[in-house]
């Protein structure tokens, strides 16, 4: 007889485990909404960091990112440690710019908010601001591996800022 698995937790409890995954990376949930902050202020003048902070929870609550971010951190964590096949273990320890599929990752979360996310994730993919010039310089630390890890934090600042962006349209 087969168990059924476990699924990823949605809700609370994505948004907490998230929360643990990021922390033990090195990164806080202020930082993203920081960013966030940042993305939004030109439209949204009284845009403050609680608002912000609050769309990244969001965010990381739904079951999709979730999984997304636990899938990234894993591979980042094992090429770290040298436990995957090659090609697969040089090309994320060296962050491979041809690799193309922490970018792909990525894109799935910002796909939840539509084609604000979108615009906005190709924005912090080339200026990396804050924390996501941090992890991807941290990266290339010898033995490190952010390879997936600043592409899911600039995904997850880019979706909670669309996020943002929709709601106010709603409101105004
Ligand atoms: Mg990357």
Known sequence: MSTAAAPTPA????RALCERQLQARGVHLEEIAAIVVRLQRPYIPNLGPEEALESVE?????REVCNALLTGIALDTLAE?????????????????????????????VNI?????FT????????????????DRRGH????????????????AAAAAARIAHAHRDTR
């Open 11 to 14: 809700g609370d409890e994505a």
């Open 113 to 117: 908010y539509g084609s604000i996310g």
């Open 58 to 62: 969001a965010v990381l609550s739904k």
């Open 120 to 135: 906005n994730f190709g924005y912090l993919d080339k200026v990396k601001p804050g924390v996501v010039g941090r992890v």
């Open 141 to 156: 630390a010898s033995g490190r591996c952010n390879t997936f890890l600043d592409d899911l934090i600039a995904a997850v």
């Open 81 to 109: 440690q040298g436990a995957l096949p090659e090609p697969l273990q040089s090309t994320l320890l060296h962050d491979d710019p041809l690799y193309g599929i922490d970018e792909i990752l990525a894109l799935s979360v």
